[in-house]
């Protein structure tokens, strides 16, 4: 059994979330309320009506503020009300073709947003550690075959990407402008790849595109079927933010900076990949590769080097692809096919993965 000392922390805290209403959001904040934390959740409302945070209930759990991170006063009151000891902010428009569609948004969203979170901590002297999560996406592209470190280039080729990266740029001011010299306080930006589990319905995400297709009885149509990510259950990179929040309040400025939170190379896969094992377990996915003339740019080879987090932060990922994608599907196939109770099923996988803690 895995224990996990760090989780600890949290229990009795006033913790903000931004975004809790989103896929990662409703996971974290599940945790979160489950350690016996008190947690303010600061979104938009859910995008789909069969959204994890609703199915959980979990607005009867928390102090929940359904509310536009670009409202810079509704912000920064909301937060000096609360007096959150740790925040993670996981508010953004985290669609790379949607910010094809809506670039001013994307941008107003993750870079005049993110700016309003900061100033909001800047302000609120009771908040000790700060989690600011952006994307692997952050980092220049340059399609090589080596996992991108914490000290690479930021860049963006699509608007999704550079608002992630011009983010970071940011936050790195901030830090170094307003927050090193601050006492009793740490904060950090956390990068992880493409997050796959249960709940999530966003679109032009292969997984939620795969579920719709299988339980519509309509072939699973995907774009780029040779394009890789380096694919992770939702719950590794939470843990990876939870280690860095624990270790940011514990130990302040030691574990200030950026972290990578990725899996090992050999769990890397394709889009392909993907769509298949996804399918395999329901009867009738039939996998489709759509032939499209013309479509905006994304990344085809990205991964990520994670070797700061597992030495220095002592994270490490858990599950491997193959459980990654059983634990996914099989929340999917629990939830819609044999109707069982989506609570039930997160926690129970919440409980395998953090070793019968929660």
């Not at 939620?208 to 309509?218: M, Q, T």
């Not at 030495?311 to 999917?332: K, P």
């Not at 096919?337 to 926690?347: G, T």
């Amino acid at each position: 059994m895995v224990i996990d000392s760090y989780l600890g922390v949290f229990r009795g805290k006033r913790i903000l979330v931004t975004g809790h209403t989103g896929f990662k959001g409703s996971w974290i904040t599940l945790i979160l309320t489950s350690l016996g934390a008190e947690v303010m959740g600061y979104a938009l409302p859910p995008d789909y009506e069969d959204a994890h945070f609703e199915l959980l209930k979990l607005e009867k759990s928390i102090k929940h503020v359904c509310a536009d991170i670009c409202d810079a006063g509704r912000l920064i009151a909301e937060v000096n009300a609360f007096k959150p000891e740790i925040v993670f902010h996981l508010a953004a428009q985290a669609i790379v073709r949607a910010s094809y569609v809506d670039p001013k948004r994307t941008f107003d969203t993750n870079i005049g947003g993110g700016v309003n979170l900061l100033e909001a901590v800047r302000q609120c002297e009771s908040v000790k550690a700060l989690v600011f999560i952006t994307s692997d996406k952050c980092y220049e592209n340059l399609e090589w075959i080596w996992g991108y470190r914490e000290s690479d280039a930021m860049g963006g080729h699509d608007p999704y990407s550079a608002s992630k990266g011009a983010m970071e740029l940011v936050f790195s001011s901030y830090l170094r402008s307003f927050f090193a010299e601050r006492p009793n306080f740490g904060a950090a930006t956390a990068r992880a790849g493409n997050v796959i589990g249960g709940g999530d319905w966003a679109l032009n995400r292969i997984v939620p595109d795969c579920i719709r297709a299988i339980l519509s009885g309509n072939p699973i149509k995907i774009r780029s079927p040779h394009a890789t990510r380096p694919w992770q259950h939702v719950l590794e990179p939470i843990s990876g933010y939870l280690k860095l929040g624990a270790s940011l309040y514990k130990e302040g400025h030691a574990f200030d900076g950026a972290w990578n939170f990725g899996p090992h190379v050999g769990d890397v896969r394709t889009v392909l990949d993907v769509a298949n094992a996804i399918a395999s377990p329901f009867d009738g996915g039939n996998v489709v590769v759509e032939e499209v003339q013309s479509m905006p740019h994304e990344a085809g080879l990205l991964q990520l080097n994670s070797d700061k987090s597992r030495q220095l932060l002592g994270w490490d990922t858990r599950w491997n692809f193959d459980q990654t994608i059983a634990y996914t599907g099989g929340w999917y196939k629990a939830v819609h096919v044999e109707k069982r109770s989506p609570e039930a099923i997160s926690r129970e996988q919440i409980s395998k993965y953090f070793g019968g803690q929660l």
